[in-house]
């Protein structure tokens, strides 16, 4: 079920017994149009609270995430966006991508971050007023209450990624949003220094 995270932002999460952990959908309330970010699948009752509140646009981190999202477009109506280098792979997968993602745009209440290195186009989503970061494979919530990296063979680029991670403690936030694992409500950025921190020296 649909439940409000922090104010205005709504998450599901979708069982991975394989991976061990959730994988995470995102609701976003704006003035301006709802967003969903990564939709993973929704079951009957988070679809149908999805089309009732209303979703403008589905907004995809990276080429391994469309998930449920054309499930989601077709409910809906919203326009499916994702970053313009992984939106090749993405249409091959099936995903009906409907616009591009740019690095340094604004999207409602969020200014697109690039964090390439799992892929060449994967983004994150910062909202410097609500103090939230929200990321889809860049880190995982994983354990619980910490952060982890994917293993470096499903990454494109290891050290890449790691210097885009690094980049995101630049940015001001505290409530931190991931795909994959446990959602960090608060201290989200000292929980990814702690990550950066064990990091080798590159």
Known sequence: ????????????????????????????????????IDPVEPGDEVL?????????????????????????????????????????????????????????QRVGPFTVVGVPGKS??????????????IVGDAVVGNP????????????DDPLRLRASVRRLLELDFDTLLVGDGALIRAGGRERLRELVETFPRE
């Open 120 to 133: 060449p186009g994967e983004i994150a989503l910062h909202d410097p007023a609500r103090l939230l970061l």
């Open 1 to 36: 079920m649909l439940e409000e995270f922090v104010p205005g932002v709504l998450t599901w999460a979708w069982r991975s017994e394989p991976h061990g952990y959730d994988f995470n959908g995102t609701l976003v309330l704006h003035g301006q149009g709802n967003l969903c």
């Open 48 to 104: 149908g609270r999805l089309a009732k509140e209303g979703v403008a646009r589905i907004l995809i981190s990276n080429r391994n995430h469309v998930r449920a999202a054309n499930r989601v477009r077709e409910r809906t109506g919203a326009r499916m966006a994702i970053h313009p280098a992984d939106a090749p792979y993405a249409r091959e997968e099936g995903a009906h991508i409907d616009e591009e993602l740019e690095v340094g």
């Open 144 to 155: 619980p209450g910490r952060l982890s990296l994917l293993r470096d063979r499903v990454m």
